[in-house]
């Protein structure tokens, strides 16, 4: 995936800490993403999935502050639509709606589009997309690789500035993968993607390696990639 844009406006955590069924899932966590394309590695547990829930204000932090593109996400998920997009592992806890156009209108009609302008917008948006024969689609009859895209389009129409991925490639096919990848890449947003495929990663920019809820190592991928290898080699006695 290669880089498509230099810097962005920031996200910024300050000493945040989460605690999750009394467990602390992140502590005292300190970062500021300003890098067009980053990753987020790390063990099952780790923390990930917690860290890019706050920044759409799906979770909430205990203490400390966070701020997205001047935003705080302590309004909840409903009001950074427009801000922040999210992309599920498993498309079909996203998807709603039995019809392409249906779904791919929701976000529309909830930003106060027209259900007409919303339909035209879809329309135009799929021509794009060389996909204009997905619109009367039933949701059902698509591959799991086709719904992943349905997602990506629906956030996409939100326009928003920033795009999270939350293991989007695992029940993708090598090909899925690469056409997702190849149109990821070539997206204007700042992209925050976790992914247990870390070639998927090696044209980013930075990659945070997080352990227990800290950061472990951040830098560049050819530095944080190989020494994350390296240390679940060693994990597994290799
Ligand atoms: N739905 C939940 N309810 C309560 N606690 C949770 C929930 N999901 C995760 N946790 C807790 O938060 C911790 C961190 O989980 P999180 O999903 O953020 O890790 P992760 O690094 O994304 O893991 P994975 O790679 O397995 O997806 C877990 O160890 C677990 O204790």
């Known amino acids: 995936m290669t880089n498509s844009a230099d810097t962005c406006p920031s996200i910024t955590f300050d000493q945040v800490s989460l605690t999750r069924n ?51 996400p302590s309004c909840g998920p409903e009001n950074m639509s427009a801000q922040v997009g999210f992309i599920f592992q498993n498309p079909d806890h996203q ?19 027209s259900k007409k302008q919303a339909v035209q917008q879809v329309a135009d948006f799929l021509a794009t997309q060389q996909r204009s024969d997905w619109a009367d689609q039933a949701v059902h009859s698509l591959s799991d690789g086709q719904k992943q895209l349905v997602c990506i389009f629906a956030v996409l129409l939100m326009n928003p500035s920033v795009l999270i991925l939350d293991e989007p490639f695992s029940a993708l096919d090598l090909p899925t993968r690469y056409q997702i ?32 809820g800290q950061v472990f190592l951040d830098g560049p991928p050819d530095q944080v990639l190989p020494a994350y290898q390296a240390a679940a080699r060693r994990a597994r006695g290799l």
């Open 22 to 72: 009394n467990k602390c899932v992140l502590k005292d966590l300190s970062l500021e993403l300003r890098e067009s394309r980053i990753g987020l590695i790390g063990h099952n547990g780790s923390g990930k999935s917690s860290l890019v829930r706050l920044i759409n204000g799906l979770l909430q932090p205990d203490s400390g502050r966070i701020d997205v593109h001047g935003h705080n």
């Open 95 to 113: 998807i709603i709606f039995p019809t392409v156009e249906e779904e791919l209108c929701f976000g529309l009609i909830n930003q106060g589009v």
């Open 181 to 212: 990848m190849d149109l990821l890449s070539q997206l204007p947003q700042q992209l925050l993607m976790i992914s247990h495929e870390l070639d998927t990663l090696e044209s980013f920019e930075r990659i945070i390696w997080l352990e227990q």
